[in-house]
C-alpha cells in the first residue's frame, strides 16, 4: 500500500449562499502521517475534507494529493486516490447489502465480479465485519455501520483515507474498536473530529481551524493542552491529558 | 397506505434472507410467472368462482415452501381490501339475475361476481406478495432491469427503497417531537405542517446531495454495478414452464367441478 | 384512490401497462439528457420523503378530519415531470408489491392515473399557466389547488373509466362517477393546500432549493406525443373492452377458435355451457343438480333467459371448490412441516 503525500495551499471556499467556509488554509501532510483536523461545529472541517476528496473543486488555492493537482479533469483520479468516510453512514451505505455496499467502488474502479468479492472479503474482515456481509446496512448497529463504512473505504485499495467525525454516535467499546483500527492503517490517515481522545491516540500531529483558518499546527499532545488555544476554539483539554498532567 | 404499516416492510426482507427451493429461482423466473398467474387469474368471466379456486395453490406453494408466515400475508390484504370490496359489495345489489343453484338456493350473478371479486383479489395481491416475500425488492429490480426496466427507473426505485427507512425515522421524530409539545391536539395546523414538512423535504434534499458525494467519492459515474452473477438456470426454465401449463390447464378446463363431478358421480 | 387488480380486466390492465411503461422508458430517456448530476439519488430521497410525509397531518379547519400530502404535485413542482413520473411510478410500484395497495396488474392504471395527470397536465397546463414563476402567496396557492383537484379528478375519472371498461364491477358509469368525482374534490384541496403549504415554506426557507422555471411548460413538442399516448389508451382500452363484452369470454373465445373446437359447441357459450357438454358426454354426470332446478319454479324461468346457468355445474363446482380449497391447504401444511427453517428473522 502507497501511502500519498497531501498539499493544501491557501484554500478558499465559498458555499453558494455566501457563506465562507474556508479562508486561506495550508498545510502539508507526508506520506503515512496521521492528522487531525479538529475545530468546533461550522469551523470548516468538512468542507476541506470534501476538497481533499475531489468533491468540490478549489476555486482558489489549490490542493494536491502526491502529484496530482486536484482540479475539474483530476477530479475522478484524485477520488481514487482517497478512502472517505462520511459523517453519517447511512450516507454512503446506499446498497441492498454489506457486500454489495462495499463492492461498489471495486467494482466502479472497473473490477471484475469476483475480484471485487476477494477485495470485500479482505476489507470486512481487515474491520472485523465479516460476518455482517448479508445484512442490510439499515439493520446495523451504529458501531456496525461505521465499520463496514470504513471497509468500504479499504476496498478501494486508497492511499489516503479521510475520515470525518468516525467516532460521533459510537459507544464507548465501538469507539475503542475505532481507535485501534485507525492506529494500525498504513495510510495517510486525516480524521476532522473533535474528540480529543481520539486525536491524542491516533494523531501525531492537530491542526486547528476555527471560522475556516488554520489557528494552530502542531504535535497533537502539544496543541491539546495548549488550555488557551483549546477553550478560545470551542473545544476542551482531554480527560486523558488532564489526568496524565494533573498539574499542567 | 398508512402510516402504521410502513415498519413492517422491513419484515419483508426478513422473508427475502431466507434460503428455500422459492428462494433461489431466478428471479425473472418468478416474476415472469406470477405475471401470467395475474394475467391469467384476471382473465376469468366475471362470475367466475368455482375454476379460481385451484389457482390458489400457486400463492399457497410459493408461500409455504419459502415459509414466509402466512398471518403476516393476511393482515397486509386484509389492509388493502377496502376498494376492491367496496366497489365490489354493489355487485349483489346490481346483478340479482340468478346464475346459480345448489341445492334448493339461488344464488343471484351479483353474489357469484361478487364472489369473484373477493377471490381474484385474494389470489392477485398473495401472489404478488409472495413474489416479493421469497425473492426481495433488490433481486426482483435486478431481474426486470435484465427483462429491460429501464435503469434509471432502477436505480431510483432502489434509492427509493433504501432511504425510506431513514426518512420514515426522521420523520416519525418529528412527529414525536410534535406531539409531546401539541399538548393532545393531534392534527397540526396549515402553517405549522407546512414548515414541519418543509424541513423534512429540506432535510431529505441534503440528504439526496450527501448520498450522492458518497457514490462519487466511490467512482459512481451513472451505473450501479452489483456482485450479483445469478444466472437462469434449467431450474428456472422448468419452473416457468410449469407454470405456465398448469395456469393454461387451469384456465381451459374447471379442475374444481371435475372434482366435483368425480366425487358426487361416485357418490351416486 | 388505487385501482385494484380484482376488479380490472387484462385487456384494460394489460392496455394501461403499456401506456404507463411507455411513458416511464420516455421519461427514462428525457433523463438521461438532463445535466442535473445528482437527480438519480434525489428522486429516490424524496420518493422515500413523499412516503414519510404521509405520517404527518394537518387538520382541516371546520371539518374536524385531517390530510395529508399527496405527492405527484409536489414531485412535479420539485424535479419537473418527467422525473416526477418516474418517481410516483416507483412510489405505486413499492405501494403495490409491499403495501398490497393496488396490485400488479393495476399498476399501469395507478401509474397512469396518479402519475400522469399530475405531471402532464396538472402542472404544465394548470399550475404553471396559474402561478407563473410564483412559488408563494395567495395566487401559487390557488394554483396548486387547482391544479391538485384537477390532477386528482382525472384520475379519478379514469378510476371509473378503468372499472367499467373491464365490466367486472356492476355499478353504473354514471352513479360510480357521482360517488367519485366529490370525493376527491375534497382530496384535491387537501393536497393542494399542503403542496401550496410545503412550497411556500421552501421558497421562503431555500428558495434556490426549488428549480425556478427550469421546467417551462410542456413543450410544443411534447403535447402531440401526449395526447397521442392517451387516444392510443382510450382507443386500445375500448376496443379491448368492446371485444370482451360481446365475447363475454374473449380469451376463451379465441383460444377454442385456434384449437377449432368451437364446432363442438355454440361459439358464444361460455365456460359452463361448454362444460356442460362436456359433462353430456361423460360417464360421471349427476343428474341430481338438473332435478333440483326442474323442481323450483321461480329459477328455471330466470335459467331459461340466462342459458349460462346450468345447476348441474354450480354443484359440482361448489363441491369442487371446497374439496380444491381443502387441498391447497393441506399442500401447504405438508410444505410447512417439510421444508427446514429458512426465515432467518433477527440474524
Ligand atoms: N451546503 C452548504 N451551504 C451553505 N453553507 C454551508 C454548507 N455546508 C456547510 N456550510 C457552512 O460552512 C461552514 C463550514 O461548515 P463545515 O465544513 O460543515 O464545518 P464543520 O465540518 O467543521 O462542522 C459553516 O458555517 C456551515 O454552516
Ligand atoms: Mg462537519
Known amino acids: 500500500m502507497n501511502a500519498a503525500a497531501v498539499e493544501v495551499r491557501e484554500l478558499w471556499h465559498a458555499y453558494p449562499d455566501g457563506t465562507e467556509a474556508l479562508r486561506g488554509v495550508s498545510f502539508r501532510i507526508a506520506p503515512g502521517e496521521a492528522v487531525a483536523l479538529v475545530g468546533g461545529n461550522g469551523a470548516g472541517k468538512s468542507t476541506l475534507l470534501l476538497h481533499l476528496a475531489g468533491l468540490l473543486i478549489p476555486r482558489r488555492g489549490e490542493v494536491r494529493l502526491g502529484d496530482l493537482r486536484v482540479t475539474r479533469e483530476t477530479a475522478a483520479a484524485a477520488r481514487r486516490a482517497i478512502g472517505m468516510v462520511f459523517q453519517d453512514p447511512d450516507d454512503q451505505l446506499f446498497m441492498p447489502t454489506v457486500a454489495e455496499d462495499v463492492a461498489f467502488g471495486p467494482l466502479n474502479a472497473g473490477l471484475e465480479p469476483d475480484e471485487a468479492e476477494a477485495r470485500v472479503v479482505a476489507a470486512l474482515e481487515r474491520v472485523g465485519a465479516a460476518h455482517l456481509r448479508d445484512r442490510p446496512p439499515y439493520r446495523l448497529s451504529a458501531g456496525e455501520k461505521r465499520a463496514v463504512a470504513l471497509a468500504a473505504a479499504l476496498a478501494m485499495s486508497p492511499e489516503i483515507l479521510l475520515l470525518d467525525e468516525p467516532s460521533s454516535g459510537l459507544d464507548p467499546r465501538g469507539r475503542r474498536r475505532l481507535i485501534e483500527l485507525l492506529r494500525e492503517f498504513p495510510h495517510t490517515r486525516i480524521v476532522a473530529t473533535h474528540d480529543l481522545e481520539l486525536v491524542v491516540e491516533v494523531c501525531s500531529r492537530a491542526i486547528v481551524l476555527d471560522a475556516g483558518r488554520v489557528v494552530a499546527d502542531a504535535p497533537a499532545e502539544e496543541a491539546l493542552n495548549d488550555e488557551p488555544l483549546m477553550l478560545a476554539h470551542a473545544l476542551e483539554r482531554p480527560h486523558i491529558l488532564r489526568h496524565s498532567h494533573p498539574h499542567g | ?268 | 384512490m388505487h385501482m385494484a387488480d380484482a376488479l380490472i380486466s387484462p385487456a384494460v390492465g394489460g392496455a394501461f401497462w403499456a401506456v404507463s411503461g411507455g411513458l416511464i422508458v420516455y421519461c427514462a430517456r428525457k433523463i438521461k439528457q438532463t445535466l442535473r448530476e445528482n437527480l438519480v439519488p434525489m428522486m429516490g430521497v424524496l420518493g422515500a420523503f413523499i412516503f414519510a410525509a404521509q405520517m404527518l397531518n394537518f387538520s382541516i379547519p371546520g371539518t374536524g378530519s385531517s390530510g395529508h400530502l399527496g405527492g405527484g404535485l409536489i414531485l412535479t413542482i420539485l424535479l419537473g415531470p418527467h422525473a416526477a413520473f418516474i418517481v410516483m411510478a416507483s412510489v405505486l410500484t413499492v405501494q403495490a408489491l409491499f403495501f398490497a395497495d393496488g396490485g400488479l396488474l393495476a399498476l399501469g392504471c395507478n401509474i397512469f392515473n396518479l402519475g400522469f395527470f399530475p405531471a402532464f397536465v396538472a402542472y404544465p397546463l394548470i399550475y404553471r399557466a396559474l402561478a407563473k414563476d410564483r412559488r408563494d402567496g395567495a395566487r401559487a396557492s390557488w394554483a396548486a389547488v387547482v391544479a391538485a383537484v384537477a390532477g386528482l379528478e382525472l384520475g379519478a375519472f379514469f378510476v371509473v373509466l378503468q372499472t367499467q371498461l373491464s365490466g367486472i364491477s356492476e355499478l353504473p358509469f354514471g352513479a360510480f362517477v357521482l360517488m367519485m368525482l366529490p370525493i376527491h374534490l375534497a382530496i384535491g384541496v387537501v393536497e393542494g393546500l399542503a403542496t401550496a403549504a410545503v412550497v411556500s415554506f421552501v421558497a421562503k426557507a431555500r428558495p434556490e432549493a426549488l428549480p425556478a422555471a427550469v421546467y417551462a411548460p410542456t413543450p410544443g413538442r411534447l403535447r402531440p406525443v401526449l395526447i397521442g399516448f392517451a387516444v392510443a389508451a382510450l382507443l386500445f382500452g375500448g376496443v379491448a373492452s368492446w371485444f370482451a363484452s360481446t365475447h363475454p369470454d374473449g380469451l376463451e373465445w379465441s383460444m377454442f377458435k385456434v384449437s377449432g373446437k368451437e364446432k363442438l359447441e355454440a361459439p358464444s357459450g361460455g365456460i359452463h355451457e361448454t362444460l356442460a357438454g362436456i359433462q353430456e358426454k361423460t360417464a360421471f354426470l349427476p343428474n341430481y343438480g338438473f332435478k333440483t332446478a326442474e323442481g323450483e319454479s321461480a329459477p328455471e324461468e330466470a335459467a331459461a333467459a340466462w342459458p349460462a346457468v346450468s345447476a348441474g355445474t354450480s354443484v359440482s363446482g361448489v363441491v369442487g371448490g371446497i374439496l380444491t380449497l381443502a387441498a391447497a391447504g393441506i399442500v401447504g401444511l405438508a410444505l410447512r412441516a417439510r421444508a427446514p427453517r429458512a426465515v432467518g428473522g433477527n440474524g
Not at chain 2, 362470475?47 to 393476511?74: K, N
Not at chain 2, 434509471?152 to 417531537?177: P, T
Not at chain 2, 458525494?213 to 414452464?241: N, P, Q
Open chain 2, 1 to 268: 397506505m398508512e402510516s402504521a404499516t410502513w415498519p413492517d416492510i422491513g419484515r419483508m426482507d426478513d422473508w427475502a434472507r431466507g434460503d428455500s427451493p422459492a428462494h433461489r429461482l431466478d428471479a425473472r423466473a418468478k416474476a415472469v410467472a406470477t405475471l401470467a398467474f395475474i394475467v391469467v387469474v384476471m382473465s376469468f368471466p366475471r362470475r367466475e368462482v368455482s375454476a379460481l379456486v385451484p389457482f390458489l395453490l400457486y400463492p399457497v406453494v410459493l408461500t409455504s415452501v419459502s415459509r414466509i408466515p402466512i398471518g403476516e400475508i393476511f393482515r397486509k390484504m386484509l389492509v388493502a381490501s377496502p376498494f376492491a370490496v367496496f366497489v365490489g359489495m354493489f355487485n349483489p345489489l346490481l346483478d340479482r339475475q340468478p346464475a346459480a343453484v345448489v341445492g334448493t338456493i339461488v344464488i343471484s350473478g351479483g353474489w357469484l361476481s361478487f364472489a369473484s371479486i373477493l377471490l381474484r383479489f385474494v389470489l392477485t395481491v398473495w401472489a404478488a406478495l409472495a413474489l416479493v416475500g421469497c425473492t426481495g425488492i433488490y433481486r426482483l429490480v435486478a431481474g426486470l432491469e435484465r427483462l429491460g426496466l429501464p435503469r434509471v427507473f432502477a436505480v431510483q426505485l432502489l434509492f427509493l427503497y433504501r432511504y425510506l427507512f431513514v426518512i420514515a425515522n426522521e420523520g416519525a421524530r418529528m412527529k414525536r417531537g410534535v406531539d409531546a409539545r401539541a399538548g393532545g391536539k393531534k392534527a397540526l395546523t396549515l402553517r405549522v405542517y407546512g414548515s414541519l414538512i418543509g424541513h423534512l423535504l429540506l432535510r431529505s434534499m441534503d440528504r439526496a446531495e450527501r448520498v450522492h458525494r458518497a457514490m462519487l467519492a466511490r467512482g459512481y459515474e451513472g451505473r450501479v454495478a452489483t456482485l450479483d452473477r445469478s444466472r437462469f438456470r434449467a431450474d428456472d426454465g422448468f419452473f416457468v414452464f410449469g407454470c405456465l401449463t398448469a395456469f393454461g390447464v387451469a384456465r381451459a378446463w374447471n379442475l374444481s367441478a371435475a372434482i366435483g363431478r368425480l366425487v358426487l358421480g361416485a357418490a351416486a
